[in-house]
């Protein structure tokens, strides 16, 4: 499973329960937390500090400026390479620039600085040159040698186990970057001018790769390239108008910018090269600027079939990034800025997710280090303006998409996403609120509470903070202007901080149970677009919330969910009788049907338990489900609710309950709805979604005629907003046809 997505569909069950099974099929009342509304918890995010500066500094009498500075982790995840400066140390003691590897909990702690030769020129200056393959056994350095008058690069792969130094090509190299392969077999240098070449009376310059130990072999002669103006390729100067972006792990695919025109404005194209020698432009598109530098943790997926593409069109354009199929050419745009800052970016091993970071958009919206997810069509910020500033480098992600690394000056920290199991960092358990939802009214307020997995209160947890969450980031590039919640007492700041010492509604003070009592919509400046929220998401909607813990050993969590904001009350049982048609017929409710049993509800209180027996017998149970076995039965609840089939333990513990008459059906449906959490509570939530639209169109005059096709628009529906706009999409087609 992908380790971004462990969580979904069913893996992210609260840590306070001894597993996801209990959770989801065995709890002992039919609501974990009687008097609250719990939130499905969509992402989460760890940043577990591994090394503070202490842990590496071989001065005792300098703090290091400027301290960790560039990391890379192997692809498997086993062994974290990072480099750390200290311009101040004494010279005395060595380098000025040492390498480390590490493991990823922070032991095994080496320092290879041993791969320096001898003659080394500074080093200082082979930061940015390391490498590491795979499996973690080679590492790889770029290193300038006192040769010469002007020196001269070499390439070193140092063997980790033995400790052992050799070249990696046959040196020298003049002052080229490489990539290298998944095994560490194979470099491919940047462009690179290999002298007079007497057969060829020219100079041989182009593109060049290596095998390791072996010689460097010319794949691609500027000669080949198209060109514009006269002798392109015999200019002195050619070889800076063409650029290594990157190399494929697998596959020898090769990927580059050359303009076409000696640098002249608006013909700067990407190629994809193969070692034969051929070569083709990704979208045949010519652009003022494109990308030129060398991204050693991504330029392309691993087997080279999906590319990053960030390019200016012409000089007043923004700076855009797109994905390109290689196989079709087709662009799909990601993000843009017209900030002269720009963004970093690059796209993982798998080729699903691309992760940027830095600005966007005209609004001075920024990514924290969004992850674009290229199967889902989503984005998430993995990082928050409330961790800690600085940053220096990022790493590449692991190869199962579950893991990157940060530096800052003082430490190094390793991010782990969605999770499993719990790490170090403050695990959030439990998001509820005291309503199910927030209404858009003068003076309306909701409370919400933040459990934490281990009982921990102020003496280990820092602080809490909650803010909102639009679209999966805490600053959209369509510039939100302020946050769509305020706080009351009034806070104007876009967060508030929760409180475990019996203020603000907390109940209990040091329970590790945090709490905010005031949270508002923002009322003002929505005409005049300060508040620009509610003029994209007409209410009602959702709006994602974020959680944010910093504990007292430096780790942080981050925790998202989300909060339905309604411009009325809601009717609570007719959003209990929809759930009901939901879990147990797989479709959405008739008016009528869904008028009769909110009143039945109603009468008895909102207790759903109370009706359920009699909601189960019908014709229609009959006809559809009456043939089923009891593991079919069991599994089909799982289905129309969750879109997925039932964990084995849970199956077993279903049907065994079922054949002895322990529980009817109807009760394992109530069970097993009200158990819901993580994803399976927002699938839930979003077939509610989908539900009710349908509901209100056949009330408004559209046929309810075929169950099946009803069915077949919640099937469809899962945990993702995007699941519910096609939903929508297609009730809204199947309602106008028959309105003709």
């Not at 008459?661 to 819901?676: D, E, H, K, N, P």
């Amino acid at each position: 499973m992908n380790t971004l997505m462990a969580g979904f569909p069913h893996a992210n069950k609260a840590a306070a329960w001894a597993s996801g099974v209990l959770l989801a099929c065995c709890a002992a009342a039919p609501l974990a937390f009687a008097a609250t509304y719990p939130a499905p918890i969509e992402f989460r995010a760890d940043l577990v500090k591994i090394l503070e500066y202490a842990d590496v500094q071989w001065d005792p009498h300098n703090n290091g400026w400027p301290g960790f500075d560039r990391v890379q982790v192997s692809a498997e995840g086993s062994t974290v390479l990072f480099n750390v400066k200290c311009e101040f140390c004494d010279p005395a003691l060595g380098h000025k620039n040492r390498l480390f590897v590490v493991d990823p909990d922070g032991t095994g702690l080496r320092d290879i600085s041993d791969i320096y030769p001898a003659d080394i020129v500074n080093s200082w200056w082979s930061w940015g040159s390391q490498r590491i393959d795979d499996d973690a056994s080679t590492v790889f350095l770029r290193t300038h040698r006192a040769i010469g008058y002007y020196g001269q690069f070499h390439w070193y792969a140092y063997d980790l186990a033995s400790g052992q130094r050799r070249d990696a090509v046959q040196n020298p190299f003049r002052n080229v970057e490489a990539t290298i392969d998944a095994t560490g077999a194979r470099f491919y240098f940047s462009p690179y001018d290999a002298g007079w070449d007497a057969a060829l009376q020219r100079a041989r310059k182009g593109l060049f790769f290596a095998d390791l130990g072996g010689p460097a072999q010319q794949f691609l002669d500027l000669r080949q390239l198209p060109c514009t103006i006269t002798d392109c390729a015999g200019g002195f100067s050619a070889i800076n108008f063409i650029s290594l972006l990157g190399g494929s792990a697998e596959g020898d695919h090769v990927f580059f910018a050359w303009s076409d025109s000696y640098g002249a404005a608006n013909s700067w194209e990407i190629y994809r090269a193969s070692l034969d020698g051929s070569f083709f432009p990704l979208t045949g598109a010519s652009h003022y600027w494109v990308q030129r530098d060398l991204e050693p943790r991504g330029w392309c997926s691993g087997d080279g079939e999906r590319v990053l593409y960030k390019y200016r069109h012409r000089a007043e354009d923004p700076l855009a990034l797109s994905v390109v199929e290689v196989a079709t050419g087709a662009e799909r745009p990601l993000t843009w800025t017209t900030d002269l800052n720009g963004f970093q970016t690059f796209i993982t091993r798998s080729g699903r997710y691309v992760l940027v970071d830095g600005h966007s958009g005209s609004a001075n919206a920024l990514h924290y280090r969004t992850l674009f997810d290229l199967e889902q069509g989503t984005e998430r910020d993995t990082g928050s303006y409330h961790l800690p500033h600085g940053v220096r480098a990022t790493s590449n992600i692991t190869a199962d998409d579950g893991s990157y690394y940060l530096t800052y000056a003082d430490a190094l920290y390793r991010v782990d996403l969605m999770p499993q199991p719990a790490t170090a960092a403050p695990r959030v358990a439990h998001i509820a609120f005291d309503a199910p939802a927030l209404l858009d009214a003068e003076d309306a307020r909701i409370g919400v509470t933040v459990a934490f997995a281990r009982a921990a209160g102020a003496a280990e947890i820092d602080w809490v903070i909650l803010l909102p969450l639009v679209e999966g980031r805490e600053l959209p590039e369509w510039g939100m202007g302020r946050a769509p919640l305020a706080y009351w007492p009034v806070s104007d700041m876009g967060w508030q901080r929760l409180f475990d010492d019996g203020t603000h509604g907390d109940a209990v003070a040091g329970d590790g149970v945090f709490t905010f009592a005031g949270i508002m919509t923002r009322k003002g400046g929505r005409e005049e677009r300060w508040n620009s929220w509610y003029l994209h998401h007409p209410l009602p909607a959702t709006v994602g919330i974020r959680v944010v813990a910093r504990d007292a050993n430096g780790h942080y969590s981050i925790t998202d969910s989300r909060l339905l904001v309604t411009h009325e009350p809601l009717d609570l049982p007719r959003q209990t009788a929809q759930r009901a048609y939901i879990a147990y017929y797989g479709r959405p409710a008739d008016p009528g049907g869904l008028d009769f049993w909110s009143e039945r509800l109603e009468g008895a209180g909102g207790d759903l338990g109370s009706i359920i027996a009699a909601f189960g017998h019908s014709a229609e149970y009959d006809d559809r489900f009456g043939q089923l076995s009891s593991v079919e039965l069991i599994a089909n609840l799982y289905q129309n609710l969750f879109n997925r089939a039932p964990e084995p333990a849970g199956l077993a513990y279903w049907r065994e309950q079922y054949e002895s008459g322990a529980r009817s059906l109807q009760a394992i449906a109530l069970q097993v709805l009200y158990a819901a959490q993580g994803s399976d509570l927002l699938a839930v939530s979003n077939k509610v979604l989908a539900a009710d639209h349908f509901t209100a169109r056949v009330r408004a005059g559209c046929a309810y005629r075929d169950i099946a096709t009803a069915v077949g628009f919640l099937a469809t529906v899962d945990h993702t907003a995007g699941s519910v706009a096609a939903a929508r999409a297609a009730i809204d087609a199947y309602c106008g046809f028959q309105d003709r």
